[in-house]
């Protein structure tokens, strides 16, 4: 989905400080998507409310809420989200842009109903003791946040970035003001503010893709059919949602460090502020990781591969190859770089900024070693994405595979070890991932040429 990477390309040519921030603005917004932004918003609403409501443990029932929301959404959508994504990249390469929107309508309405079918009984066997209020809210806020993670795929292709960024400003402002405004309604209050925000947010984007991708049909399901989907990519879409979890999921329900919150939702504190606070540090990193690679990989990717087809000289193709790596070494060294400094500032803001949320200095040593976790999965993102470039989906999926089992087995080692080692199996795993994955990155380039031609 190649419209992020001639935008930014053009911002970059304008060759001034504008321009490059611009880019770097852009990229930002992008990669964080509504993730990086919803933890913002969730804190800032937790901040603001917290002196508003007549039981402070409201706040935590939302904030948890809206967690379980991201997490649940995430996972069940994770299994689409890179197999779609490659479906469509697959129809804009053949220049069959009418059958984008069909397709989009159609996997929206299967969306909506897999959600909803499985989120109702969900919501009336799992929270007995709620108000049906707080399960409607539970359940709309469900189905928007799948739709806007399916919905979210379609904005690094498009070339709007003023107006996408705007719509983002926009859906987070009205969710924070809407959810403070809200607040004598309770803890229903603060969850409908989050639910109407983020149903303006999925309104726009729907606009924006009905906008972009004109269709006379507007219904298709050709998505659905047997192989027009990679298998391998909604495996690795799952695992890798799953992988990224898997650390905070056991922290929420081992006795020693996870507390019930409401209804079957558990909450650790040790854990997840420092986590969640570790993953502001990743913005720096996202955004050079897509600046670099959507510019300066691409270009002399797309030039070595458009010689192989069109049949350049051996010479000019092993040039572009050794451009492209050297790009992609420079790409990875800067993201590190970058990344290095986003996590040099944490540590030195970190024990104001637990002093201004209110947060004990104890969490300070786990949100030092989160952070550079979120660090090492900003590069481990940076590595997936040239090998799905070079379209390597079964080392992608072995790779996220791994991260997923040794998350688990390292968070489960640490949480019996103690406290003192807590956020360390998290660290451990993205650190072996990355290396497995940069080993692998280093052998695949070596035979470039050989596996291009020959494997064919």
Known sequence: MAGIGFELRKLLKKDSYTGLL???AYAGIISSGPWILSIIGILVIGIFSASMVSKP???TQFQVSVTYLMVSSLV????????FTRYIADRLYEKKTGLVMPNFNGLMLITMLVSGGLGIPAVMLLFPGESDIYKVLLLAGFVIMCCIWVATLFLSGMKHYKEIVALFAMGYAITVVSAIVLVPLGMEGLLLGFVLGHFVLLTGMITMTLRNYPSEVFISFDFAKKGAMYTSLM???LAYNLGVWADKILFW???DTGQAVIGPFHASRIYDVPVFLAYLAIIPGMAVFLVRIETDFVEYF?????AVREGGSLDFIEQMRDEMVFTIRQGLAEIVKIQAIAVVALFVAGPALLDWLGISQLYLSLLYIDTVAAGL?????GVLNIFFYLDRRATVLFLTTLFLILNLGFTAITLQLGAPYYGYGFAVALLVTVLVAMLMLENKL???EYETFMLQ
């Open 22 to 24: 611009q880019a770097y």
């Open 57 to 59: 443990a409201m706040v």
């Open 76 to 83: 069940l959508t994770g299994g689409i989200q890179l197999a």
């Open 235 to 237: 495996a690795t879409g």
């Open 253 to 255: 329900y081992f006795p």
């Open 302 to 306: 797309e030039k070595f591969y458009d």
């Open 377 to 381: 999965q900003v590069v481990l993102l």
């Open 446 to 448: 070596e035979k470039l």
